[in-house]
């Protein structure tokens, strides 16, 4: 299993590598700017730590110390809030064009009620999703995740619970989380995950090593319908969408609300997002299918 695992990873990480290098006339930042975006960021730090040693040798170790540490956390947090420079790594964020498929992604389930129907539109359908699982909620409801299986879906992780400060806890930690939550996926479907998006999608450094240690690749995603809000309307998410639906496409939607209070608007949004890609010609498939794609 383990040898499969890594032999996928390495599969994806190529096909991801390889569409970079043909997509860089795309509208997505992270295409044409992910190794500059990695070298301005070392970069500026190795300029922020020599001010801070020429001020430490100058006598004035307190300059030194504050600007270094605020230099670093602008450093720091625009590339956790913008993942797709993919500063700390590779990161997941469009497919490879030339196939006709996108990837419809559902995060913060499973849940009872509101992934089923999600399940049900999709299956009288030819499109197949991904969904990022919460491991607690996978423990909760194991003949849910196992549906999603069974159906042909995707299954990926997103956190064993949804923590907020993620990006904030050590490699350790994190590795922990997403192993905990595989657990929860394998031993209701007999098949390991092998992606991984974070809650919010914010990727930090300790985010990466964590996700590297586990063995899963880091997603993130190319549209969204900001969905997941309270009273969102399901007329606003389409509109949204429908802006950057195109071939490669990674859209990133809800099964379920992060504390299971309310449903999300794309569950209603759903047969009209079905009707828009037939309009366009785009099959929704599974990421795996996605990134394997010629």
Known sequence: MRTNLRQAL????????????R????THPGAALTIPARLTFLASAAAVGALALHAALDGDPEVAVVGALVGW???ATTSVVFPSFEVYGPIVSRGPPGSA?????????????TTRRVLEVLAATPHRATFFVLGEKARRHPDVVHEIHAAGHTIGIHGDRHDRLHSFRMPRSIHDGIARACDAVEAATGTRP?????????????TALGAR????????WSSRGYDGMRRRDPDAVIRRISRALDDGTIVMLHDASEHDDFEPASVRALP??????D???????GLDVLLASP
């Open 10 to 21: 390495v599969s994806a990480e190529r096909a991801t590598r390889a569409s970079a290098g």
């Open 23 to 26: 997509r860089t006339t795309q």
């Open 73 to 75: 956390a602008a450093l």
């Open 101 to 113: 498929r996108v990837a419809l992604t559902f995060d913060d389930g499973p849940h009872p009620v």
């Open 194 to 206: 092998r992606y991984f998006r974070p809650p919010l999608g914010h990727i930090s450094l300790t």
């Open 213 to 220: 240690r586990a063995g899963v690749a880091l997603v993130h």
């Open 272 to 277: 009209r997002l079905v009707a828009l890609l």
């Open 279 to 285: 309009a366009r010609g785009l099959t929704s498939v």
